[in-house]
């Protein structure tokens, strides 16, 4: 525990200055950094077993990575077709959850996959950094929501969880563990969304949003426990003492930040 506090105690003031002190080009260029390092420990998830499989596919992935946020910034309508696909993906992936047995095997599923599961979120994220108004901001609220929301279930979880949530995926996790993430959730919206100037049906409508990227997060976690799981692996890596790897931090954010640029996009919200 001593190790896990350490270590966030270093990284989230490193996160929020990031965040709101960096040009948007620099910030896409320091998570498109940690994004490949994600798809480096995508490659045990696979798995790929060989040194030369693995790094041949991190300078793929980087390859269309970068052509992706090229091809975006000729054309940037085109992101409003992919976070459909992204935010099916997760719907997908919830369903998914309910058989864990299936897909152990499907090597070649998941070689694609990383261009669903991870591409969308770095270029959603990037978007919304960048975005006219309050883009920072809101940048940072995705990331202090999944902490609250994850902060939320750990304490209901521990105190009051009886009910187990998915047992076969993640044992530890509780629905009123959930209960408790979705309540710390909606109170961090609800003063969020006064800070950005919502009053009425728009900030009911954040509110909402926020409960929907909280209970979508829940998935993205529980998609790399499954993951995980099937490759008898603890954590993704152990670049953070106590925390393990990028992916043991960034899963539920993954899939929360195309869903959140999304449900600004189509409720028209800041």
């Given at each position: 525990?001593?190790?896990?506090?350490l270590?966030?105690?270093?990284l989230?003031?490193?996160?929020?200055?990031g965040?709101?002190?960096?040009?948007?080009p620099?910030?896409?260029?320091?998570t498109?950094a940690f994004i490949?390092l994600?798809v480096?420990?995508?490659t045990?998830?696979?798995?790929?077993?060989?040194?030369?499989?693995?790094?041949?596919y991190?300078?793929g992935?980087?390859?269309?990575?970068?052509g992706a946020w090229?091809?975006l910034?000729?054309?940037?309508?085109?992101?409003?077709g992919?976070?459909?696909?992204a935010?099916?993906?997760?719907?997908?992936?919830?369903?998914?959850l309910?058989?864990p047995?299936v897909?152990?095997?499907?090597?070649a599923?998941?070689f694609?996959?990383?261009?669903?599961?991870?591409?969308?979120?770095w270029?959603?994220?990037?978007?919304l950094?960048?975005?006219a108004q309050?883009?920072p901001?809101?940048a940072l609220?995705?990331?202090v929501l999944?902490w609250?929301?994850d902060?939320?279930a750990?304490f209901?979880g521990k105190?009051?969880?009886?009910?187990k949530?998915?047992?076969r995926?993640?044992?530890g996790?509780?629905?009123?563990?959930?209960a408790?993430?979705?309540?710390a959730?909606?109170l961090?919206a609800?003063f969020?969304?006064?800070?950005?100037?919502?009053n009425?049906q728009?900030?009911?409508?954040?509110v909402?949003?926020a409960?929907?990227?909280?209970a979508?997060s829940?998935?993205g976690d529980?998609?790399f426990?499954?993951l995980?799981?099937q490759?008898?692996?603890?954590?993704?890596?152990q670049?953070?003492?106590?925390?393990g790897g990028?992916?043991d931090?960034?899963?539920s954010?993954?899939a929360a930040v195309?869903v959140?640029?999304?449900?600004?996009?189509?409720l028209a919200?800041?």
């Amino acid at each position: 525990m001593l190790k896990r506090l350490l270590t966030a105690a270093v990284l989230i003031p490193l996160v929020v200055w990031g965040i709101l002190r960096l040009s948007t080009p620099l910030f896409v260029a320091a998570t498109g950094a940690f994004i490949a390092l994600a798809v480096w420990e995508w490659t045990g998830l696979i798995p790929l077993r060989t040194l030369p499989a693995k790094i041949l596919y991190l300078l793929g992935s980087i390859a269309v990575a970068g052509g992706a946020w090229y091809v975006l910034q000729q054309q940037p309508e085109l992101l409003t077709g992919l976070l459909p696909v992204a935010v099916a993906w997760w719907i997908l992936a919830a369903v998914w959850l309910r058989w864990p047995q299936v897909g152990r095997d499907w090597v070649a599923f998941k070689f694609v996959l990383v261009a669903i599961a991870l591409l969308p979120a770095w270029l959603a994220l990037a978007a919304l950094h960048g975005r006219a108004q309050h883009g920072p901001e809101l940048a940072l609220f995705i990331f202090v929501l999944m902490w609250v929301a994850d902060s939320g279930a750990y304490f209901a979880g521990k105190s009051f969880g009886r009910h187990k949530l998915a047992p076969r995926v993640s044992p530890g996790k509780t629905w009123e563990g959930v209960a408790g993430g979705l309540t710390a959730s909606a109170l961090l919206a609800a003063f969020a969304g006064h800070w950005f100037g919502l009053n009425g049906q728009g900030l009911v409508a954040f509110v909402g949003l926020a409960l929907v990227c909280a209970a979508i997060s829940i998935v993205g976690d529980l998609f790399f426990s499954l993951l995980k799981r099937q490759q008898n692996l603890k954590d993704t890596g152990q670049l953070f003492p106590g925390h393990g790897g990028i992916l043991d931090r960034i899963d539920s954010l993954l899939a929360a930040v195309p869903v959140f640029l999304y449900g600004l996009n189509e409720l028209a919200l800041l």
